[in-house]
């Protein structure tokens, strides 16, 4: 079965740092682009970051630019996101997710089952 | 950066019912648009890409239509285990963005 495993989440203070990561299995990680997508509490959905499968493109959000970094390692397959510097409005469900069967344009075909963050 | 906005932000049905919820761009976004479904404390689960394009194991009842800014997904026949909260998303271009959503509710 295809299958992200996010861990890392936890609560923190403001100003702290936070290493999210994301376990893949059942697919091959290196060939796909993969995100990470947040929600707030009883807010929608917000895309934080996206890494290339070679890891060479990446994109950040404007309100976690400078302060997150997205990072992956395709022999471990497991995708990273290294968070510095949070604030309370970080405080949400952050979900590692791989990009559609051909490309990004085809939205975000699996989803991880999230793991949670609060800064306070 | 592209502004997605659906319509209703929420809606009562029955089930039987026929919805559509529709999304707009704030620009031309081609066919690169997708709909995902989200039941409480549960990750988002993609229904429908490239604007029109079921997802396997997707009922059919389920179907999207449009392109350039404006799109639809419809529900022809809701069933009970329909009842959640509905996101567009567009794919076109970096950053990705979602609508805020569409909460769908038992009448």
């Known amino acids: 079965d295809v299958q992200l495993l996010e861990s890392g989440g936890g609560l923190v203070q403001p100003g702290e740092s936070l290493r999210l990561s994301c376990a893949a299995s059942?697919?091959?990680?290196?060939?796909?682009?993969m995100y990470w997508v947040r929600q707030a509490p009883g807010k929608g959905l917000e895309w934080v970051s996206v890494?290339?499968?070679?890891?060479?493109?990446?994109y950040y959000a404007d309100s976690v630019k400078g302060r997150f970094i997205i990072a992956r390692d395709n022999s471990k397959n497991t995708l990273y996101l290294q968070m510095s510097s949070l604030r309370a409005e970080d405080t949400a469900v952050y979900y590692c997710?791989?990009?559609?069967?051909?490309?990004?344009?085809?939205?975000?075909?699996?989803w991880g089952q999230g793991t949670t963050v609060t800064v306070s | 950066d592209i502004q997605m906005t659906q319509s209703p932000s929420s809606v009562s049905a029955s089930v039987g019912d026929r919805v559509a919820i529709t999304c707009r761009a704030s620009?031309?976004?081609?066919?690169?648009l997708a709909w995902y479904q989200q039941k409480p404390g549960k990750a988002p689960k993609l229904l429908i890409s490239?604007?029109?394009t079921l997802q396997g194991g997707v009922p059919s009842r389920f179907s999207g239509s449009g392109s350039g800014t404006d799109f639809t997904l419809t529900i022809s026949s809701l069933q009970p285990e329909d009842f959640a909260t509905y996101y567009c998303?567009?794919?076109?271009?970096?950053?990705?963005?979602f609508g805020q959503g569409t909460r769908l509710e038992i009448k």
């Open positions: 490239a604007a029109s």
């Open positions: 997710a791989k990009e559609g069967v051909i490309n990004y344009h085809y939205g975000i075909d699996v």
């Open positions: 620009q031309d976004i081609s066919s690169w």
């Open positions: 998303q567009q794919a076109n271009t970096f950053p990705i963005t």
């Open positions: 890494i290339a499968s070679g890891g060479n493109g990446i």
């Open positions: 059942g697919f091959t990680f290196s060939s796909y682009s």
